[in-house]
């Protein structure tokens, strides 16, 4: 069966518990959230704007391109520009401190995007779908609901940062021990809603896993090269390009994952590129971080004999 007349079957009790849970991820994010935040992006609006706009224009622009010169199915292909579209994920602030990166930059851009992607998410996802004839075709056949899905971002971010970063700035001993266990839940339990949902739709799937697999590999590589590049282009240093290429790599596809579930009724390429982004950029980005780490330890280890020697 093509990819694009693949559905994915999901009970609506499902879409409330995925829904649940990725409030649950946000609010991880807002706890995390301090006024100092703000301050950080008044103090350094170049990397901030930088980051923002890497995400949201050059990201998607690269993302059509890709598309439509791998020529994927239309599923594929718009789920790619609403992972693409999607904000980062609180994973990001991890990786970006695994990586030695700049975290209170990192922790910034994180809330800043969130909150704008209330507003911005589903007209960028609506402009740059419309931009290929295929991915055209298919928003059409399902007459996107852009202001349902205003709300349900709105629901699950906007509630989420309304309610926890007054609780983190009022509260903010019991919200820093709390913070990580609402983290970790959150992640478990979206890591096993997709797989338990890629388990019991994995019969229609099971021939077009292999084109996901490499797709997702190419668009999450790309994705991370486009943010740390774009940070290189503007001067920003080391630290900064390292969280910025986090910010950019690493996208909250579950969010996506729940939107393809309930305004593109479960389309089977739109829902796989989603979930599989939400296993793979957290791979990916750990080993990059890794790498990084590797990379630092070796470069002090070379300058000791050079500094004992001054």
């Not at 709105?154 to 609780?167: N, S």
């Not at 292999?210 to 190419?218: D, K, Q, S």
């Not at 969280?243 to 009724?265: D, H, I, M, Q, W």
Request: net charge positive; glycine share 8%.
């Amino acid at each position: 069966m093509p990819i694009d007349d693949v559905v994915l079957n999901f009970s609506p009790g499902s879409l409330v518990i995925l829904n649940l849970v990725l409030a649950v991820i946000i609010l991880g994010i807002a706890l995390e959230v301090r006024p100092s935040d703000f301050r950080t992006v008044l103090r350094s609006p170049k990397a901030v704007v930088l980051g923002i706009a890497a995400q949201y224009l050059l990201l998607p622009a690269v993302t059509v391109g890709i598309a439509l010169a791998l020529k994927v199915p239309a599923s594929i292909a718009l789920g790619m520009i609403l992972v693409a579209c999607c904000p980062p994920g609180g994973i990001s602030n991890v990786l970006t401190h695994r990586a030695h990166g700049d975290v209170a930059l990192s922790a910034s851009m994180t809330a800043v995007s969130n909150l704008v992607a209330i507003i911005v998410m589903p007209l960028n996802v609506a402009f740059w779908a419309a931009l290929s004839p295929s991915t055209a075709s298919l928003m059409r056949d399902f007459s996107l609901d852009r202001g349902g899905m205003l709300i349900q971002v709105l629901l699950i971010i906007g509630v989420p940062f309304a309610v926890g970063m007054p609780l983190a700035r009022r509260f903010p001993g019991i919200t820093d021990r709390l913070r990580p266990w609402v983290q970790r839940i959150g992640l478990i339990a979206l890591l096993a809603f997709i797989l338990a949902g890629t388990a019991s739709n994995l019969e229609p799937l099971r021939e077009h896993l292999g084109t996901i697999f490499l797709v997702v590999l190419l668009h999450d590589a790309v994705a991370l090269a486009v943010g740390y590049w774009s940070a290189a282009a503007v001067g920003l240093d080391e630290a900064s390009r390292r969280a910025v290429t986090f910010e950019v790599g690493a996208r909250n596809t579950g969010l996506g994952l729940g939107l393809t579930l309930t305004f593109f009724s479960g389309l089977g390429g739109m829902a796989m590129v989603a979930a599989w982004w939400g296993i793979w950029d957290i791979l990916a980005g750990l080993l990059l971080a890794a790498w990084w780490r590797r990379r630092d330890a070796r470069r002090a280890f070379a300058a000791e004999p050079r500094e004992a020697a001054q």
